[in-house]
Each structure stands twice: as C-alpha cells, then as structure tokens.
T-cell receptor
Framework: NAGVTQTPKFQVLKTGQSMTLQCAQD?????MSWYRQDPGMGLRLIHY???????DQGEVPNGYNVSRSTTEDFPLRLLSAAPSQTSVYFC??????????????FGPGTRLTVL | GQQVMQIPQYQHVQEGEDFTTYCNSS?????IQWYKQRPGGHPVFLIQ?????EVKKQKRLTFQFGEAKKNSSLHITATQTTDVGTYFC???????????FGKGTKLSVKP
C-alpha cells in the first residue's frame, strides 16, 4: 500500500492563479481531510469528507474548494491564490469518522508559496 | 469553538534529560491522540487515550489522560537525538471525527 499520496510536493504560484492539490489514498478509508500548517499555528482543518459525495467545511475553508467523487481521491482547489495561502498542506485519511476515533494517516505534504 | 492548549511551545534539552509536553482544555476532551512530526516530515500517529486516568507506555514514552479528561501529557525519559521533532496532541470533537490539534511542542535535543 502506498498509503496517502500528495502531489505536487512543492508549488510556487502567483497571486490570482488557481491550482489543484491532489490527494489519494489506497486504504479504502471513508474519512479524508485537508489541513494547513503554518508556523506556530499547528494544524488547522480546511475541509473534510466522510465519504464519496459528502464534504463539509472545517475551521479555515475560505478560498478553498473540495469534491469527493471517489473514495480514493480528495482534491483541494485554490480558486484565486493569495499570499496568505502560503503554507504546508497535508491531506489525511482514516478508516471511519465518529467517536471511535480512528488513527489519521497523513500524506507527505505540499509546500505552497504564493508570490 | 473548542480549543486545545499545548505547552510549552518549545523545549530545548540536553540528551539524556527528560521532557514533558502538556495538553489542556477548558472543556472535557473526547479522546486524545498524540502525533509526532519530524523536521520536514508529516505527522505520524503515536497513541490514543480514551479512558479517564488512562496511562500508556511506549518504551521511553509515557502518555497520561487526566482524571477529569481535561488534560493529557506526554513524557519522554532520557531523551535521544531521535526524539527531535514537534509533538502534537489532538482531540476528536464529535460525530464527524474531526481532530482539533494543539499548536504543538517543538523538541530539540543537544547531543
């Protein structure tokens, strides 16, 4: 199993450009999520999905869109990049949602710089 | 919204010294997970605590969940250079299984 994969690993954008960060998992996990990590801020939840066709907003959703057409893939779209979106983005997945609280498996991250 | 406070933000120790990071909340925690992130890496799950007063050990690492489920701690005995990284606690907020992360404690170990 490859686990959780993310592409690209690094990206530089200009303000106003759009792009999609890719995330895929091969563990048949129902729950997937996107976090951003900024220095001193920990990990903040952007969007999450509890299954194919179901998505919802997290703590910091503005400027980002997601969709979940398959169990395996959960892309994150930046609509119009802004310097404030410079960050490291992590995708994560777990077997199920709910209070049973499964382990979350994180991808290697995408380091995004917006100029 | 719910916040998970983690202290200290940074800790510098000499190799062989002990290290402790604390995770606190003003509300009752659902269950606590601990993650470690090596420099340049991604968070990796260490352990989950569910029961009030629970104590779990992994070699030199001891994890505790407070009796009132409002705090948790991670203690490392005799740190090694391989312990370097940032340690995060995270709480599950509810039925959707979302994690609320503390801001982490960055540990550096001087050989």
């Amino acid at each position: 199993n490859a686990g959780v994969t993310q592409t690209p690993k690094f990206q530089v954008l200009k303000t106003g450009q759009s792009m999609t960060l890719q995330c895929a998992q091969d563990m048949n996990h129902e729950y997937m999520s996107w976090y951003r990590q900024d220095p001193g801020m920990g990990l903040r939840l952007i969007h999450y999905s509890v299954g194919a066709g179901i998505t919802d907003q997290g703590e910091v959703p503005n400027g980002y869109n997601v969709s979940r057409s398959t169990t395996e893939d959960f892309p994150l779209r930046l609509l119009s990049a802004a310097p404030s979106q410079t960050s490291v983005y992590f995708c994560a997945s777990s077997r199920a949602s709910g209070s049973s609280a499964d382990t979350q498996y994180f991808g290697p991250g995408t380091r995004l710089t917006v100029l | 919204g719910q916040q998970v406070m983690q202290i200290p933000q940074y800790q510098h120790v000499q190799e062989g010294e002990d290290f402790t990071t604390y995770c606190n909340s003003s509300t009752t925690l659902s269950n606590i997970q601990w993650y470690k992130q090596r420099p340049g890496g991604h968070p990796v799950f260490l352990i989950q605590l569910v029961k009030s007063g629970e104590v779990k050990k992994q070699k030199r690492l001891t994890f505790q969940f407070g009796e009132a489920k409002k705090n948790s701690s991670l203690h490392i005995t005799a740190t090694q250079t391989t312990d370097v990284g940032t340690y995060f606690c995270a709480d599950h907020t509810g039925s959707q299984g979302n994690l609320i992360f503390g801001k982490g404690t960055k540990l550096s170990v001087k050989p």
